[in-house]
């Protein structure tokens, strides 16, 4: 599928649900519509809040607060899932004592670490760093260690009867065949570093997407917590989409990649 029809029906779909948004709230299709409103709000009142916000500039501080929260979330976990993953994969045994240790931390609900995280780190951006951390560092370590798992083993074997190193294996085989496990988990593990950001802005912050959409909600300002949650929508999307550039450079080396 061409880019130009991709994007033409991607832009299709986002119409037809606006469409469908409009006939909710504005006619009486499916009901009394200043009832939906209340519930829906609008699509002219949600633009008119995001309009508002950026005329304004007053979301700007927000937005910088919390790409400030998810990238630290992000870097972090993403390095330290990065090393322990190449580690643990490399080392079996050592994988196997750790295994049920590591698959129970990742079955900590998220939610009620979050409190835990303010009491340790207080109301500031750390304990939202921490708790996009959590969110991070699992879904990429368990990419890193499968895709080194993963190695082609004659390429492997190979490499080995040439002579190479562990940091020269390390650096022309293991990484490479982890390279697109690696980023596979990047695009699903920004979002993750948002929403764990938003999250904990949302428990008790003063600054930050989610203590503008708790604001809003406070006041049962349905068009302003739909225009916070668009807002965060596109700021992962524009986000993702410089991981895909990055992902392209990287990876191009693949079969089937290109350079577009």
Do not use: C
Not at 241 to 260: F, K, M, S
Request: charged content about 10%.
């Amino acid at each position: 599928m061409s880019k130009p029809v991709l994007l033409a029906l991607q832009t299709l779909v986002a119409l037809v649900a606006i469409g469908f948004w409009w006939v909710l709230t504005n006619t009486t299709l499916f009901g009394d519509p200043a009832r939906i409103q209340f519930f829906f709000s609008t699509p002219g009142d949600v633009l008119a809040q995001v309009v508002r916000w950026f005329s304004t500039g007053t979301i700007w501080y927000h937005l910088w607060i919390t790409l400030l929260e998810a990238a630290l979330a992000f870097i972090l976990g993403t390095l330290a899932a990065l090393i322990l993953g190449f580690w643990l994969a490399r080392r079996p045994r050592l994988a196997a004592v750790f295994d049920p240790y590591i698959k129970g931390a990742n079955a900590l609900p998220r939610v009620v670490l979050a409190p835990i995280f303010t009491l340790w780190f207080g109301l500031g951006i750390w304990s939202k760093v921490a708790l996009g951390f959590t969110l991070v560092f699992f879904i990429v370590f368990f990419n890193v260690y499968q895709g080194v798992k993963e190695v082609n083993r004659t390429v492997l074997q190979n490499a080995r009867m040439l002579g190479m190193t562990e940091r020269q294996l390390l650096r022309h085989v293991y990484l490479p065949s982890a390279l697109s496990w690696v980023f596979s988990s990047l695009h699903v593990s920004i979002g993750f570093a948002v929403v764990g950001a938003v999250v904990g802005e949302y428990l008790g912050s003063s600054a930050g997407l989610g203590y503008l959409i708790a604001q809003a909600e406070g006041m049962f300002d349905i068009a302003g917590v739909f225009a916070g949650m668009f807002v965060l929508s596109a700021f992962v999307l524009v986000i993702d989409w410089l991981v895909t550039l990055a992902e392209r450079r990287l990876l191009i080396w693949q079969p089937g990649r290109d350079n577009h």
